[in-house]
Nanobody
């Protein structure tokens, strides 16, 4: 089992920056890939970014060039650096662990709120 805890959310002005953290503890078997999702009021949850254990990354088109995902294996922590924030980035951000092909390895955190004002 894996416990996932997100932190780093808050309220910022448009154009500002935040760094989110995702700490995963417990069995490392399921901690192969790590993803950030977000969900705004009235909208579906969407995939923002993914990082694989070997460092490979993907980003949603809406955040390319503004967000950067990274990992610190020693701390078992994944980060999402968010720059040039826009009001449309306002959402609850969730972290998820996964292992390809193993559905029961999907573990979600409680989320951290990001609010961007104009």
């Amino acid at each position: 089992q894996v416990k996932v805890v997100e932190s780093g959310g808050g309220s910022v002005q448009a154009g500002g920056s935040l760094r989110l953290s995702c700490l995963a503890s417990g069995d490392t078997y399921c901690n192969v890939d790590r993803s950030w999702y977000r969900q705004a009021p009235g909208k579906e949850r969407e995939l923002v970014s993914t990082i694989e254990s070997d460092g490979g990354t993907t980003y949603a088109d809406s955040v390319k060039g503004r967000f950067t995902i990274s990992q610190d294996h020693a701390k078992s922590t994944v980060y999402l650096e968010m720059n040039s924030l826009k009001p449309e980035d306002t959402a609850m951000y969730y972290c998820k662990t996964s292992r390809p092909g193993i559905g029961w390895c999907d573990f979600w955190g409680q989320g951290t709120q990001v609010t961007v004002s104009s």
